[in-house]
């Protein structure tokens, strides 16, 4: 393989490992302050881009109105599946709480179908985004700069949120021990919703892009790159932003150049995250960042 | 058991049979096919209980299971000239080609190999806990599709196999259900169950108590896929077609709903539900098509049923997260009790 083609699989699986970031910190964030796998968090991230296809496709809108307009939208869909699915069983056991995000989650994949039809769609691209640039031998489009600058700055805001702001703090505090944090004056139910809200912003953020790579969309496109995140998250260390930025940048580079070295393994592509999930849980299940947990009587 | 309690099983396992050789004559073959679904759902609603209810384990890879016992079983007792038929891409690996066997035996080694490859899984899978095991549970689910996508040469990739013997019946399948409670009865009373029981409760507890955590859990995991092998097998041959689209996640989702409603360790509950969601299914079909009121027609909206269902797990999770039985078991005492306090109500009413 040339130079030149290395360069451009890297490139490609560095724009696909930011999109797993940008939805992996979704996961992680939920699973620190909840310690709940939020099954429903693939198919926000699937409602966010057919947000994105109606604002565009319905109402002609500009797309970085519907864009916006998309965020907001899906920002609301989060904290409205936390207040609905999961606030009322607070005090449940995990197990409960489990079943009814699998819930959710048929129930958003199931409304798509109903709302939007079973049918692939495809998602307006526009110009801008596909411009192909030159450098040298590789030849890139624009999209592949984009994601990871967007990924990146996105980021950075998130992580002075949470070390610099007031709701930051309090979502560090609620992480750590929801009692502690409830005596210290800290309103838990409303920063747990504000957590929602930003998960659901980043992966509306990366339906989009993924919208605008895989011009393709349809109900159940959330499904695998939910889980693959969410196999990001872990491998990170769940409950770890940067972790879940550095998992999604570890399974997207793999996985693409796990196809471009080994092409007689293509078929196993969406088995190479499982595998990596199950080495990782078992060889050093806390992930790459994750602090060590040990267990109280 | 008292004996008045097992003359009652005696003649209500007897009135069940007339009814099912009244079935087997009189029904068509559409409604034979949803009582033997019910049957086959009981057996992979018992064998995912006695993982998730009675041991505490949250394992989702059901449908990974089901997929093994109903490939093993339909390649063991597809005719040759089937296979050959089947296998017009890339031919079937040799000794595969030529065996044929009967389908009990079939059904058997479907079963052993599910147990067998469970047990694999779960050596290493059950140092896990909760929410990990959950996902690497649906991950292995995931490989054993993507595996069974890829062996073109054994089990024909994503075309499926087509045209297996419709063995399943009602004997079959309610013979296996039969079995199946009754086996799990034994097992849960037994010492074993005991410990079962105590794992789910307080891990820690029980590990203090002398209990293995590690062997009783990777037993409850196979015996487990074992059953869910096997009511794999039996859909298999029910369903004369399989194809590894079947065995996705949503399949799983369904024997889920099945023990979470009838109650999450209750043995009478699951099968109780079983019933009630495999017919709530079929007859819920109507919302897919349009219906007709006579002064208006409201449109049918495809996919509508699986909303119903998804919202009816999420009701029973948020607000009835007993499920039908919670723990409890059926016993004719009990049933005699609520029947005359029943009466005696109806009485002082009058």
């Known amino acids: 393989m040339s130079l030149g083609m290395l360069l451009q699989h890297m490139a490609n699986g560095i724009s696909l490992g930011s999109l797993y970031a940008l939805i992996a910190i979704g996961y992680t964030m939920v699973y620190g302050i909840l310690r709940l796998i939020n099954f429903a968090h693939g198919d926000i991230f699937m409602m966010a881009t057919y947000f994105a296809f109606y604002s565009v496709v319905s109402f002609n809108l500009p797309w970085y109105l519907s864009f916006f307009i998309a965020i907001i939208l899906t920002t609301a869909l989060g904290m409205l599946v936390e207040n609905l699915a999961y606030r009322p069983l607070r005090d449940a056991p995990r197990i409960s709480i489990l079943i009814s995000a699998i819930g959710a989650s048929f129930l958003l994949e199931n409304l798509a179908i109903i709302l939007f039809g079973g049918r692939p769609k495809a998602f307006p691209i526009s110009e801008l985004f596909t411009k192909v640039i030159k450098i040298g031998t590789v030849s890139i489009q624009r999209l592949f700069f984009i994601i990871p600058v967007t990924t990146v700055a996105l980021l950075m805001i998130l992580i002075y949120i949470i070390n610099h702001t007031k709701t930051g703090m309090a979502m560090r505090a609620v992480s750590k021990d929801h009692e502690t944090a409830r005596l210290m004056g800290i309103d838990i139910d409303r920063t747990i919703t504000i957590t929602f809200g930003i998960g659901s912003a980043l992966a509306a953020v990366g339906g989009m892009m993924w919208g605008l790579k895989f011009p393709q969309i349809q109900p159940l496109m959330g499904v695998i790159p939910g889980l693959k995140c969410f196999i990001a998250a872990v491998i990170g260390g769940i409950g770890n932003i940067s972790g879940a930025v550095i998992g999604g940048f570890i399974l997207g580079v793999g996985e693409i150049m796990l196809v471009a070295l080994l092409p007689n393994l293509t078929g196993y592509r969406d088995a190479f995250a499982f595998v990596l999930l199950i080495l990782i849980l078992l060889f050093k299940p806390t992930g790459i960042m994750g602090e060590k947990i040990s267990e109280k009587v | ?350």
């Open chain 2, 1 to 350: 058991m008292k004996r008045k309690d097992i003359y009652l099983t005696v003649v209500s396992l007897l009135v069940f049979t007339v009814f099912l050789i009244y079935a087997h004559f009189r029904f068509d073959a559409y409604k034979l096919r949803i009582l033997n679904l019910c049957a086959i759902y009981t057996v992979l609603g018992l064998s995912m209980n006695l993982i998730n209810g009675f041991t505490g384990l949250f394992s989702l890879g059901h449908a990974g299971f089901m997929a093994i016992g109903a490939y093993t079983t339909a390649l063991l007792t597809l005719p040759v000239a089937t296979k050959a038929q089947n296998f017009f891409l890339k031919p079937i690996i040799e000794p595969l080609s030529n065996i044929v066997l009967p389908f009990f035996p079939s059904l058997l080694i479907g079963g052993l190999l599910t147990a067998f490859i469970g047990f694999l899984i779960g050596a290493p899978a059950l140092r896990l806990k909760g929410d990990y095991l959950a996902i690497a549970t649906l991950g292995f689910a995931e490989i054993i599709r993507i595996v069974i996508i890829n062996a073109q040469r054994v089990t024909n990739g994503a075309l499926g196999l087509k045209g297996i013997p419709a063995t399943t019946n009602l004997w079959w399948s309610f013979g296996v259900a039969i079995f199946t409670i009754i086996f799990m009865l034994l097992l849960i009373n037994s010492s074993y169950g005991r410990a079962f029981k105590a794992i789910r409760e307080d891990e820690i507890a029980a590990e203090s108590m002398g209990i293995s955590l590690f062997r009783h859990k990777v037993l409850s995991f196979t015996i487990g896929s074992f059953f869910a092998g096997i009511g794999g097998g039996l859909l298999g041959n029910l369903l004369g077609t399989i194809d590894p689209a079947l065995f996705k996640f949503t399949l799983t989702f369904n024997i889920l709903l099945i023990i979470v409603l009838g109650g999450i360790g209750s043995i009478t509950g699951t099968v109780i539900s079983a019933f009630i969601v495999t017919i709530a299914g079929e007859v819920l079909r109507f919302l897919d098509q349009s219906i007709n009121l006579g002064f208006v027609v409201i449109p049918g909206i495809t996919g509508m049923r699986m909303v119903v269902f998804s919202l009816m797990l999420m009701l029973v999770v948020l607000f009835y997260s007993h499920g039908l039985m919670g723990t409890n078991e059926f016993n004719w005492d009990r049933m005699f009790d609520k029947l005359s306090a029943k009466k005696l109500l109806a009485k002082r009413r009058d």
